[in-house]
């Protein structure tokens, strides 16, 4: 027997409890065979029981392109295969002019075989770095799914001719519970294969057996499964059986198909969670000799896995719903609609009222876990205009512990009044406060202040800020995200939309002072005594009035809407509608 050891990618073998080397008299190895390509990888045998008919082995890579040949000349085998980083794709050729076609999916491949004059040097390879690195990897990493799985058509052992009942331990990566498996070739008693060169019998010598394989797959995958069934004699019917152990595997599906042709029998089958062994079983049911008679009859040919639904990641997410399949940390992405952001700069008075003072358009993309948890943050915004000599910082709050921020980038904090944190979030907050700002002089952003009539438009650009958080958050926390100022460098003048509450850090002596009508007691702040805001937090994009342009002039409708708590002329900001807007006092 001559042996070919090969790296495969995972799929379940137990046959490979310890490596083996060939010994044989009559092989020899090429002057270029490296011994060096052994260390570090793994091996299992692939095996010919009877190799006289076979004349040649080519392998090719993916491309086409051969790169390796395993000659049979007069018993001796000539090696010339280099190693191989990817699948390749193995083609039989036999004396006859015949040929059989195997893809394997290979990381590596590589060909060992010891001779006389090298036993020594071989065994020593062996001892030392072949074995420990097989060893090492007695627990294979596991795929999500397996699209093609590694002596199908069970083409190995290689048969010369009729069929041969064989030790399972000479049949890679079939078992059966009687220990034994029965391959024929094709055309035997006139049946030809379906696939290849060789197919399987279900029932080796007994009436009871179970032929069977393992996957190793990951929980949360879903495969799609297909294996040709046929009679042999007549009518036989089999049971395609599915599950995390033999015992525990449920039947899938029922295979009764007559001995005329071969049928294909498909379905899908979902790793539960836990179940990282998966047993793909095969049980006969009856066949045509009898009910209670089954020795004979249920060939299989050809089983395959195919990838339905991947979870590369192991999240519980499939591939197909996850935005993010090889991150086990993310999963999910959440966008927000476009609200605009409108401030009167001049509080605790009103000022103009003109609310063009800054207008920063913004939205957020939140990234989630499988739990539809928050684990990073996106801010997006745009300063419009800033329709005053005023310097004004923005900021952003959440109702979380700064310390769940493992860092904010793409800020702007350069003017020096701002203490912050290492990760980025506003310090000398308490515990329950998270604030952040993106800007500290929104300025920069745009050179005019984009609120004169009839004068030229400033350009704006948009922004954004990233925020990654050390632990996931609650995603509730995303209708609590709230904007608010800071002005002329005093973090003390803050200002937020009404009845917000504020940081801890704001100058709480201001509040019932000019035209401000805020009480603590209450929770009321940010108001005027007729229940006005000094800034508006508004859905979608916003036309701004022009500069001295109290905002009531150019929204008609805004003082009955801000009155009434929003319960009519809910869309004054629709500037489309003409009764909500006097055009000649708007911006744009």
């Given at each position: 027997?001559?042996?070919?050891?090969?790296?495969?990618?995972?799929?379940?073998?137990?046959?490979?409890?310890?490596?083996?080397?060939?010994?044989?008299?009559?092989?020899?190895?090429?002057?270029?065979?490296?011994?060096?390509?052994?260390?570090?990888?793994?091996?299992?045998?692939q095996?010919?029981?009877?190799?006289?008919?076979?004349?040649?082995?080519?392998?090719?890579?993916l491309?086409?392109?051969?790169?390796?040949?395993?000659?049979?000349?007069?018993?001796?085998?000539?090696?010339?295969?280099?190693?191989?980083?990817?699948?390749?794709?193995?083609?039989?050729?036999?004396?006859?002019?015949?040929?059989?076609?195997?893809l394997?999916?290979?990381?590596?491949?590589?060909?060992?075989?010891?001779?006389?004059?090298?036993?020594?040097?071989?065994?020593?390879?062996?001892?030392?770095?072949?074995?420990?690195?097989?060893?090492?990897?007695?627990?294979p990493?596991?795929?999500?799914?397996?699209?093609?799985?590694?002596?199908?058509?069970?083409?190995?052992?290689?048969?010369?001719?009729?069929?041969?009942?064989?030790?399972?331990?000479?049949?890679?990566?079939?078992?059966?519970?009687d220990?034994?498996?029965?391959?024929?070739?094709?055309?035997?008693?006139?049946?030809p294969?379906?696939?290849?060169?060789?197919?399987?019998?279900?029932?080796?010598?007994?009436?009871?057996?179970?032929l069977?394989?393992?996957?190793?797959?990951?929980?949360?995958?879903?495969?799609?499964?297909?294996?040709?069934?046929?009679?042999?004699?007549?009518?036989?019917?089999?049971?395609?059986k599915?599950?995390?152990?033999?015992?525990?595997?449920?039947?899938?599906?029922?295979?009764?198909?007559?001995?005329?042709?071969?049928?294909?029998?498909?379905?899908?089958?979902?790793?539960?969670?836990?179940?990282?062994?998966?047993?793909?079983?095969?049980?006969?049911?009856?066949?045509?000799?009898?009910?209670?008679?089954?020795?004979?009859?249920?060939?299989?040919?050809?089983?395959?896995?195919?990838?339905?639904?991947?979870?590369?990641?192991?999240?519980?997410?499939?591939?197909?719903?996850d935005?993010?399949p090889?991150d086990?940390?993310r999963?999910?992405?959440?966008?927000?609609d476009?609200?605009?952001?409108?401030?009167?700069?001049?509080?605790?008075?009103?000022?103009?009222?003109?609310?063009?003072?800054?207008?920063?358009?913004?939205?957020?993309k939140?990234?989630?876990?499988?739990?539809?948890?928050?684990?990073?943050?996106?801010?997006?915004?745009?300063?419009?205009?800033?329709?005053?000599?005023?310097?004004?910082?923005?900021?952003?709050s959440?109702?979380?512990?700064?310390?769940?921020?493992?860092?904010?980038?793409?800020?702007?904090?350069?003017?020096?009044?701002?203490?912050?944190?290492?990760?980025?979030?506003?310090?000398?907050?308490?515990?329950?406060?998270?604030?952040?700002?993106?800007?500290?002089?929104?300025?920069?952003?745009?050179?005019?202040?984009n609120?004169?009539?009839?004068?030229?438009?400033?350009?704006?650009?948009?922004?954004?800020?990233?925020?990654?958080?050390?632990?996931?958050?609650?995603?509730?926390?995303l209708?609590?995200?709230?904007?608010?100022?800071?002005?002329?460098?005093d973090?003390?003048?803050?200002?937020?939309?009404?009845?917000?509450?504020?940081?801890?850090?704001?100058?709480?002596?201001?509040?019932?002072?000019?035209?401000?009508?805020?009480n603590?007691?209450?929770?009321?702040?940010?108001?005027?005594?007729?229940?006005?805001?000094?800034?508006?937090?508004?859905?979608?994009?916003?036309?701004?009035?022009?500069?001295?342009?109290?905002?009531?002039?150019?929204?008609?409708?805004?003082?009955?809407?801000?009155?009434?708590?929003?319960?009519?002329?809910?869309?004054?900001?629709?500037?489309?509608?003409?009764e909500?807007?006097?055009q000649?006092?708007?911006?744009?």
């Amino acid at each position: 027997m001559l042996s070919l050891l090969v790296l495969f990618s995972c799929e379940k073998d137990s046959h490979l409890s310890e490596l083996t080397i060939t010994e044989s008299s009559n092989s020899q190895v090429t002057t270029n065979f490296d011994f060096s390509m052994h260390q570090s990888v793994e091996f299992i045998t692939q095996s010919w029981e009877d190799h006289s008919e076979l004349e040649l082995i080519d392998i090719f890579n993916l491309n086409g392109i051969k790169i390796g040949q395993l000659s049979m000349k007069n018993t001796n085998l000539e090696i010339n295969l280099p190693k191989a980083k990817s699948s390749v794709r193995i083609v039989y050729r036999y004396r006859d002019g015949s040929d059989f076609t195997e893809l394997l999916p290979i990381e590596h491949k590589t060909v060992f075989i010891a001779t006389e004059d090298i036993t020594a040097r071989a065994t020593a390879i062996s001892t030392s770095t072949t074995q420990s690195a097989f060893k090492s990897s007695s627990s294979p990493v596991c795929h999500t799914c397996i699209t093609i799985l590694n002596n199908a058509s069970g083409e190995t052992p290689f048969i010369s001719s009729g069929l041969k009942v064989l030790s399972e331990s000479a049949v890679p990566y079939w078992h059966h519970t009687d220990g034994e498996v029965e391959i024929h070739v094709s055309g035997t008693q006139g049946v030809p294969s379906h696939h290849g060169r060789q197919f399987i019998e279900i029932n080796a010598s007994s009436d009871d057996g179970t032929l069977y394989r393992e996957a190793c797959l990951v929980p949360g995958s879903t495969i799609g499964y297909s294996i040709w069934h046929r009679g042999r004699r007549g009518v036989d019917a089999a049971i395609i059986k599915i599950g995390g152990s033999l015992a525990a595997a449920a039947a899938k599906d029922t295979m009764i198909t007559d001995n005329t042709n071969w049928v294909e029998y498909t379905g899908t089958y979902t790793v539960p969670a836990g179940e990282t062994t998966t047993i793909f079983a095969f049980e006969a049911l009856f066949s045509a000799q009898g009910v209670n008679d089954y020795r004979e009859g249920n060939f299989v040919d050809h089983f395959q896995l195919t990838c339905i639904s991947n979870d590369s990641d192991l999240d519980g997410i499939s591939d197909e719903n996850d935005e993010f399949p090889n991150d086990i940390l993310r999963s999910g992405i959440v966008f927000s609609d476009t609200s605009t952001l409108a401030v009167e700069d001049l509080w605790p008075y009103k000022g103009d009222y003109d609310f063009n003072d800054l207008v920063a358009p913004y939205s957020y993309k939140a990234i989630t876990n499988a739990s539809n948890e928050v684990v990073d943050l996106v801010i997006y915004y745009e300063i419009k205009a800033r329709g005053g000599a005023s310097q004004i910082g923005l900021g952003f709050s959440l109702p979380a512990n700064p310390d769940k921020v493992a860092s904010i980038s793409g800020q702007y904090l350069n003017s020096g009044y701002l203490n912050t944190a290492i990760n980025g979030t506003e310090s000398g907050t308490n515990s329950s406060e998270l604030h952040f700002f993106v800007e500290d002089n929104v300025a920069r952003q745009i050179d005019g202040w984009n609120t004169f009539a009839n004068h030229s438009i400033y350009p704006s650009s948009a922004d954004s800020i990233n925020i990654l958080f050390n632990e996931p958050n609650n995603i509730s926390m995303l209708a609590n995200l709230n904007p608010f100022v800071v002005i002329n460098q005093d973090r003390g003048k803050e200002i937020r939309t009404i009845d917000q509450l504020p940081s801890s850090l704001v100058n709480s002596e201001l509040f019932g002072t000019g035209d401000d009508d805020s009480n603590p007691i209450s929770n009321q702040y940010f108001r005027t005594v007729d229940g006005l805001p000094w800034m508006l937090n508004i859905p979608g994009n916003f036309n701004w009035t022009t500069e001295n342009t109290n905002i009531e002039d150019g929204y008609l409708n805004f003082r009955n809407w801000y009155v009434s708590k929003g319960e009519v002329h809910e869309s004054w900001h629709d500037d489309s509608n003409p009764e909500n807007v006097n055009q000649g006092r708007l911006f744009n």
